[in-house]
C-alpha cells in the first residue's frame, strides 16, 4: 500500500502536457514526481550543499558590506535597526576607543610592574574609560529610543534594538558589520517620521 520505488529503477518519461494529449493518470503523474529520500550519491549530495552555503554566505557578505537589507541576517534587518546602525556611525563614541585604550594601558602596566605607583594610575585611567564609555552609551540609546519612537510605530522596532546600538558603540568603527553606510555627522534625518 506505501510501497516505495527502489532507487535504481529509471524513471518513467514524463507524461505529455498540452492539447492533444489524454490527460495523464494518477499513478502516472505520481511516478513522474517521485524523487528518492536519500541522495545515492553522498558526495555530490555534500558538494551540492556546500556550494549552496558559500554561496548563502557570499551574498550575506555582500550584503553586510554594502547594507543591502534582503540578504542581512535577521538581527540587522529592518529600517529600524538600520537607524539604529546609522545614528551610531554618525557620532564619536568614547566606547569604541576602549579597546585600544585598554590594550596600551595594559602594555604600560606591564612595563611599569616595578613602579607601583604607574600601574595605579595605569588602572584608574582604565575605569575612568570603561566609566565614561558605558555613560556616554547609556545616553546614546536613551536619545536613539526617543527617535525611535518618533519615526517608527512600536511593531516596526524590534527588540533588543537599544543594546544592538550600544554594543555597536563599543566597536572601533573599521570593524564594525554592517559597515557603516554613513559619514561621522551626517546624522539620520532623512528617515521619515511617523505622522
Do not use: C
Amino acid at each position: 500500500m506505501f510501497s516505495r520505488k527502489p532507487a535504481d529503477q529509471p524513471e518513467p518519461a514524463p507524461a505529455p502536457r498540452g492539447k492533444g494529449h489524454p490527460t495523464p493518470k494518477r499513478k502516472q503523474s505520481q511516478a513522474a514526481r517521485q524523487r528518492p529520500l536519500v541522495q545515492t550519491d553522498r558526495k555530490a549530495a555534500r558538494a551540492a550543499q556546500r556550494a549552496k552555503r558559500d554561496e548563502a554566505y557570499a551574498r550575506q557578505h555582500q550584503a553586510m558590506l554594502v547594507g543591502d537589507d534582503r540578504y542581512m541576517p535577521a538581527r540587522d534587518r529592518g529600517k529600524a535597526r538600520r537607524f539604529a546602525r546609522d545614528y551610531v556611525d554618525a557620532r564619536w563614541s568614547i566606547g569604541e576607543v576602549f579597546m585600544p585604550i585598554a590594550f596600551l594601558i595594559l602594555f604600560v602596566m606591564l612595563l611599569a610592574s616595578m613602579y607601583p605607583e604607574v600601574a595605579w594610575v595605569a588602572t584608574l585611567a582604565m575605569y575612568a574609560v570603561v566609566l565614561g564609555g558605558v555613560a556616554d552609551s547609556l545616553v546614546m540609546v536613551w536619545l536613539l529610543k526617543r527617535h525611535l519612537r518618533a519615526r517608527f510605530d512600536d511593531d516596526e522596532v524590534p527588540a533588543w534594538t537599544g543594546m544592538y546600538a550600544f554594543q555597536r558603540s563599543f566597536m572601533l568603527r573599521r570593524f564594525r558589520m554592517p559597515k557603516p553606510q554613513v559619514k561621522r555627522g551626517e546624522w539620520p534625518q532623512n528617515q521619515p517620521q511617523r505622522p
